[in-house]
């Protein structure tokens, strides 16, 4: 399988930890593929129109996007525990919590987009500080279940998340008010599939 791959983007990243989870990193060949906001990356719109990664291609020419689905893909190959739970109320918790992992770091990208502006807009950035306080408030409350509940993709997405918040925004101290999360992150962060795919800055 071909996999769109940047060091650097946190979706890829979630993409990897599902991958070395479940043991089939040997199945994946990733392709550097460079994608920015304001310039669209035409031979990748030939296999995903939105010019977006992750994008996974599998050896019979089967497009898939984004993270989510890839994920779920990914954890339809093997016959152990699920990472996307099957049924009941385990798999709810774990797609609603996919859903705020990713909706997370699509605003922290946003944030980050919208602070590299000549001009940054101060509603826009205010907004996103008001809505990245929530994600930590909550996130706080739910680190004890966190901790506690089976291993599953929103666990990765979460996770994902927290580490992007350092990756990107490291000279902020989104721990200091929240340390239940925080442990979780620590505790997370020593998981061999999560080390083995630390966020690299290349550019």
Not at 124 to 138: D, M
Not at 183 to 191: A, D, G, K, V
Request: aromatic fraction near 6%; charge should be neutral; proline fraction near 7%.
């Amino acid at each position: 399988m071909k996999l769109h791959w940047s060091p650097r983007s946190p979706f890829v990243r979630k993409v990897m930890i599902v991958a070395h989870e479940l043991g089939l990193t040997d199945r994946i060949d990733c392709v550097r593929t460079v994608v920015a906001t304001t310039r669209p990356h035409v031979p990748l719109m030939e296999e995903n129109p939105l010019s977006k990664i992750p994008t996974l291609v599998l050896d019979d020419g089967t497009v898939l996007y984004d993270s989510p689905v890839i994920c779920e893909y990914l954890d339809s190959l093997h016959s152990g525990r699920k990472l996307v739970p099957r049924d009941g109320k385990e798999r709810m918790t774990a797609l609603r919590r996919q859903a705020l992992g990713d909706g997370f770091l699509d605003f922290l990208l946003l944030l980050r987009n919208e602070r590299e502006r000549t001009h940054p807009s101060p509603v826009h950035v205010a907004t996103f500080g008001t809505k990245r306080l929530a994600v930590l408030k909550a996130l706080d409350k739910e680190a004890g279940d966190l901790a506690t509940s089976p291993f599953t993709v929103g666990h990765v997405a979460i996770g994902c998340s927290l580490s992007y918040l350092d990756f990107r925004f490291g000279d902020e101290d989104w721990r200091g008010g929240h340390p239940g999360i925080a442990r979780w992150h620590e505790e997370y962060c020593q998981r061999p599939s999560v080390s083995a795919t630390e966020p690299v800055d290349d550019s």
